[in-house]
């Protein structure tokens, strides 16, 4: 064969600039080159059965449709084969002399000034056939085409700058590629590499890929497989081996779409939260596949943050196999994506939550948390999320949630707003203050027990056209009830005197000094003498001890205090103004802190506790 007249030929210029700055810049990501090579492969391998339905004749009819991978240590020779279309004279030279991918032109320049700026950027980039270069001093691609009556060529280059072509006799059908790996790549010519590049980016090759006559790809890349033809076991087998988990999961989506984008995805609930367990942060688990090739290994940019917690694959055979990872991050395409799945995926949970209730009650048990991070953070679903919160509320028995939409149907006619009411539980939300207004006119309060939940509401701002608002708010309007005092129970007296009233809270304002805003009487309390509320009505109680504890900087805003001047202490405390003033001051310091306790708000403990022994010392006289 070698006596045969070779030819010499020029690299185009762009290969020559390509060439130059994948042998002469450092790569971080060297190893790319044996995904690109088995890409190639399986794309040949692909196209070959392709061409066998079409029903022609084809060379070498009955060669298994595979990838054999072979070394030899001593010589440092790496041989990827494949049996695949192959190429003619015709092919090689236009395939490999030349960059067939679209968009080259920019690609180019965009590796060129990685590059230049960074030698670590340039190893995010895949290049293809010519990534050969980046480890082999010498390849040599011996290939012949499935067209019954071509030849048999060898392409052979040292990458300096142009490459021989020669007829080669003897070949089997498809392509052999020969890497003379160079003095610091000789590692790539042992089993032990090979099998882990292997596993890592080529794991679900639909053809089996070989390394000494053994099959190193076994697991099937499921997600590209029909419905139809899954078993539940295999569902949880693969969730398994991509998860690295050991129990089964929660539940998964299966979703493939030919338009506008076509996409492939497998993505899976698993059954625990780890980020709960105190695992730390979890990154995202669903990867990104081309044609079931890896781009990008548990990718940032194809879902949204909240999403981490779901495990998973994304295919699209869309997207580039060699996009950079930049060019991930500014992808419109990978954005389309990553828009069209989360949205699928929203819908998934809604109708989930429907016909598989208890499912959907373990997702939001294990999971809700990243629902509301998404119900904070995610404007562009926001309201897919909405509908998808629980919450329980006070029509709800005790630890049994509510949807939004559930609360919604129930709202009397009259009623405008959707009402909540922070808490640290439920018991010491219904033994609070904020409630009375509401069960006296029938009106139901979710609960809001989580130090998130009030950022999620006020996010939200709204649900289904209705305001979501905070019951300790300062300007709560409730819809008019008729008040039957009546059939109000207890000791029920009188409202004071209101000209007694005005006076009793202009001096409680004084006495309390800069710790309120204003103190005012109250139209929303039964049983309380007092309630702490909200003027300014941008935060919550709870929003602002949250913020508080996490920056210091926040500083809690003064409230108003409301007072009930129906009850009794109230009314009492009038009278002992007037007997003994300092002893009433004591007790409105006690009340104002007893409201500030019941808001969540923190009072200072020492002053308090010294002022609630004295009372007692005076009761007990
Ligand atoms: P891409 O795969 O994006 O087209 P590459 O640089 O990887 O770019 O390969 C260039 C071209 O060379 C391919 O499109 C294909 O036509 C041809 N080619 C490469 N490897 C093989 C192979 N093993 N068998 C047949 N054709 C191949
Ligand atoms: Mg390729």
Redesign the pocket.
């Known amino acids: 064969m070698s006596e045969v007249q070779a030819e010499t030929k020029e690299f185009k210029s762009e290969v020559k600039q390509l060439l130059d700055i994948v042998i002469h810049s450092l790569y971080t990501e060297k190893e790319v080159f044996l995904r690109?090579l088995v890409?190639?492969?399986a794309?040949?391998l692909e196209k070959f059965r392709h061409q066998q339905l079409l029903d022609g004749e084809v060379f070498d009819k009955d060669a298994p449709l595979e990838i054999n991978i072979s070394f030899d240590e001593e010589a440092h020779t790496l041989t990827i084969t494949?049996t695949?279309?192959?190429?003619t004279k015709d092919?090689l030279e236009k395939?490999?002399g030349t960059i067939?991918?679209s968009g080259s032109g920019t690609f180019l320049t965009e590796l060129a000034d990685a590059a230049q700026k960074d030698v670590n950027l340039i190893g995010q980039f895949g290049v293809?056939?010519?990534a050969a270069f980046m480890v082999a001093d010498k390849v040599t691609v011996q290939?012949r085409s499935f067209q019954p009556d071509a030849e048999g060529y060898q392409w052979e280059s040292t990458a300096d700058g142009s490459y021989t072509l020669s007829a080669c006799s003897g070949l089997h059908r498809?392509?052999k590629?020969v890497l003379e790996l160079m003095e610091d790549a000789h590692n790539y010519a042992s089993e032990y590499d090979i099998k882990r590049i292997i596993t890592q980016y080529s794991n679900f090759v639909s053809f089996p890929i070989k390394i000494k006559g053994d099959e190193v790809n076994t697991v099937q890349a499921l997600w590209s497989k029909s419905k139809s033809d899954i078993k539940d076991e295999e569902y949880n087998e693969f969730f398994k081996f991509i998860a690295n988990a050991s129990d089964d999961p929660l539940c998964h989506l299966h979703f493939s779409a030919d338009a506008p984008l076509a996409i492939k995805s497998l993505v899976y609930v698993p059954k625990d939260n780890f980020e709960e367990m105190g695992f730390g942060r979890m990154e995202p688990g669903v990867s990104l596949y081309c044609q079931k090739i890896l781009i990008e290994q548990q990718s940032k940019e194809i879902l949204p943050e909240w999403m981490r917690f779901v495990k998973g694959v994304i295919d699209s055979e869309d997207l580039p196999?060699?996009i950079s990872r930049q060019a991930l991050q500014d992808s419109a395409l990978v954005a389309k994506i990553n828009k069209i799945i989360t949205s699928r995926f929203l819908k998934y949970l809604a109708e989930l939550a429907k016909k598989e209730p208890e499912t959907y009650e373990k997702i939001w048990k294990t999971f809700g948390i990243f629902l509301k991070e998404g119900a904070t953070s995610d404007f562009m679903h926001r309201d897919a999320i909405a509908k998808l919160l629980r919450f329980e509320s006070s029509k709800s028995e005790p630890g049994k949630q509510i949807s939004l939409a559930e609360y919604v149907e129930r709202m009397a006619e009259d009623q405008k707003d959707i009402y909540y009411i922070n808490g640290p539980n439920r018991d010491a939300i219904e033994a609070g203050p904020y409630l009375e207004a509401f069960k006296k006119g029938d009106i139901e309060v979710l609960y809001t027990m989580e130090p998130i939940d009030d950022f999620v509401f006020s996010h939200l701002g709204e649900f289904d056209d209705k305001k979501m608002v905070s019951a300790d708010r300062a300007d709560l309007e409730l819809p008019e009830k008729e008040s039957d005092e009546s059939t109000e129970e207890g000791e029920k007296t009188e409202a004071m005197e209101s000209a007694v009233a005005d006076s009793l809270i202009k001096w409680m304002k004084e006495t309390l000094g800069d710790k309120v805003k204003d103190v005012l009487a109250s139209h929303r309390l039964v049983d309380s003498p007092a309630i702490i509320v909200n003027p300014d009505g941008m935060f919550t109680s709870s929003m602002e001890r949250i913020m508080n504890a996490t920056n210091q900087e926040h500083q809690i805003s003064t409230k108003n205090m409301e007072i009930n001047t129906s009850h009794a202490l109230i009314k009492d405390l009038a009278t002992m103004r007037t007997k003994d003033e300092s002893f009433a001051a004591s007790v409105v310091g006690q009340i104002h802190d007893n409201a500030m306790i019941q808001a969540g708000l923190l009072v200072e403990p020492r002053t308090m506790v010294d002022r609630s022994y004295a009372i007692m010392q005076r009761a007990l006289k």
């Open positions: 690109e890409s190639n492969s794309d040949a494949d695949g279309v192959g190429m092919e395939n490999l067939a991918h293809g056939f010519y290939s498809g392509t590629i196999l060699n």
